[in-house]
């Protein structure tokens, strides 16, 4: 085992961070990591946007459901969904790019370039001894988000990154067994063993919970998908990235 799989490997989510900025060439390191991620037909369909502005991070917060590691951390980071460039680029040299644009497959690709680079940027950064926590929650009021960025049409805020020096060690939380993530030749569709893994792991989770809380907690993995599935959240999504000109087709 390298050193590379041993963080990747080591990752949890970091939710306090010491009162520590990351340096400019810090960042700089990030992003260009970032941008060494693969981009499908090298059409760099992103955009990265750190935020150093404490009202903006703290509103940030706010609209992430009072998390105050947005606020509180070494640099904040937005990764965001961005045909924006490539729109100006038909303009430009007057080429009907729009109905491809407009494609759900290069909303698709967008998304797939913003999440590659994203994870580029996080394995950097934990490489470097930071400790890192997306941040979906901005996504709930999306509106808001674009306001306070002055993001253009075709570009959509997807998630935030914390980074930062972590203030915690928190324990690792167990994923999925490998079997149930992992198929060969196909997919596995025994149902019986596909519930037989689950009901395994629904086991292992509620004893990671029992221990981390001195048995305060024993949710299961399934309880959980259940419960939060169950609440619709963020329906206004579609609307929004249609009325930004993505997704349409």
């Known amino acids: 085992m390298n050193s590379t799989i041993e963080t990747i490997l080591a990752h949890r989510s970091i939710r306090k961070f010491e009162e520590k900025p990351l340096t400019d060439e810090q960042i700089k390191t990030i992003v260009e990591c970032a941008q060494a991620a693969a981009t499908s037909s090298f059409i760099q369909a992103y955009s990265i946007i750190g935020i150093k502005d404490l009202a903006k991070?703290?509103?940030?917060?706010?609209?992430?459901?009072?998390q105050e590691y947005v606020a509180n951390n070494g640099h904040f980071f937005i990764f965001c969904a961005d045909l924006y460039r490539h729109a100006?680029?038909?303009?430009?040299?007057d080429r009907d790019?729009?109905?491809?644009?407009?494609?759900?497959?290069?909303?698709?690709?967008a998304l797939i370039d913003a999440t590659l680079a994203a994870q580029n940027a996080v394995l950097a950064a934990e490489s470097m001894g930071l400790g890192i926590c997306y941040i979906?929650?901005?996504?709930?009021?999306?509106?808001?988000?674009?306001?306070?960025?002055?993001?253009?049409?075709?570009?959509?805020?997807?998630?935030?990154?914390?980074?930062?020096?972590?203030?915690?060690?928190p324990g690792k939380k167990p994923r999925l067994p490998i079997e149930?993530?992992?198929?060969?030749?196909?997919?596995?569709?025994?149902?019986?063993?596909?519930?037989g893994q689950l009901e395994e792991y629904d086991k292992l989770i509620s004893a990671y919970y029992e221990e981390r809380t001195s048995e305060k907690r024993s949710d299961t993995w399934s309880g959980q998908m259940a419960g939060m599935l169950e609440k619709?959240?963020?329906m206004y999504m579609k609307d929004f990235v249609q009325n930004n000109k993505l997704n349409l087709k």
């Open 180 to 195: 149930h993530v992992y198929h060969e030749d196909g997919y596995e569709q025994d149902k019986d063993l596909y519930l």
């Open 232 to 234: 619709k959240s963020r």
């Open 88 to 93: 100006l680029i038909g303009e430009e040299l």
């Open 57 to 66: 991070k703290e509103k940030l917060a706010e609209i992430a459901g009072n």
């Open 136 to 169: 979906g929650g901005i996504r709930n009021n999306l509106e808001e988000v674009k306001k306070l960025l002055g993001t253009p049409e075709r570009v959509i805020p997807l998630f935030g990154i914390a980074i930062g020096y972590p203030a915690q060690d």
């Open 97 to 109: 790019v729009l109905p491809s644009i407009e494609s759900t497959e290069k909303f698709m690709v």
